[in-house]
């Protein structure tokens, strides 16, 4: 072999011990991701359905009690109407529930907003656990635009049995500089 094919050999295997080191990296740093986000999101709040204990232990349906869920919706600095679709609902204890909110921008141009939900009695939050909801994401709404969005939920049936209702209120904010951008 000549001295410039050795050192063009020793030069490839020099790149092709670089690109190994790169991919191992890149694999440990993807692998790493994961526990890495779940830590985020403990952290934050966000997206609280990830977390193993958010999921109802009991998925039973407590035929015997009846909960009153009672949709109450708010806007802050925010031109949107919003409103839930019905103003209640009662349901067992472990039964699946559906319910609509209806939200209209009522200006010539795109906003977005995100919800924040809040429960009364206080208490009762760690027994409703919402597996879909507009909540979970900001909504950016095209002028004049009316949507129809669901929050799906179940309420844990460990609710304490003197809790009879449960009002769930939203309230939409305006997302600051985030006007007419998509979501």
Not at 123 to 133: H, I, M, N, T, V
């Amino acid at each position: 072999m000549s001295a410039g094919a050795a050192g063009l050999a020793a030069a490839n295997r020099q790149t092709l011990q670089k690109l190994v080191v790169v991919a191992l990296a890149m694999f440990g740093f993807g692998y790493a991701l994961v526990p890495m986000y779940e830590a985020i999101c403990e952290v934050t709040g966000i997206r609280n359905l990830l977390r193993a204990d958010a999921v109802p232990a009991n998925t039973q349906v407590d035929a015997t009690r009846v909960v009153t869920v009672e949709l109450d919706s708010n806007t802050r600095g925010l031109p949107w109407t919003f409103r839930p679709v019905a103003g209640s609902l009662r349901v067992h204890p472990g039964e699946l529930a559906t319910v609509e909110y209806e939200v209209r921008n009522n200006l010539d141009r795109p906003v977005t907003g995100q919800a924040i939900p809040s429960y009364a009695p206080a208490e009762s939050a760690q027994y409703f656990r919402k597996l879909e909801c507009f909540c979970f994401q900001q909504q950016t709404l095209a002028p004049g635009e009316v949507r129809r969005m669901p929050v799906v939920f179940v309420i844990d049936p460990a609710l304490p049995g003197s809790v009879a209702t449960v009002s769930l209120s939203y309230t939409f904010f305006e997302v600051a500089g985030r006007q007419g951008r998509p979501g």
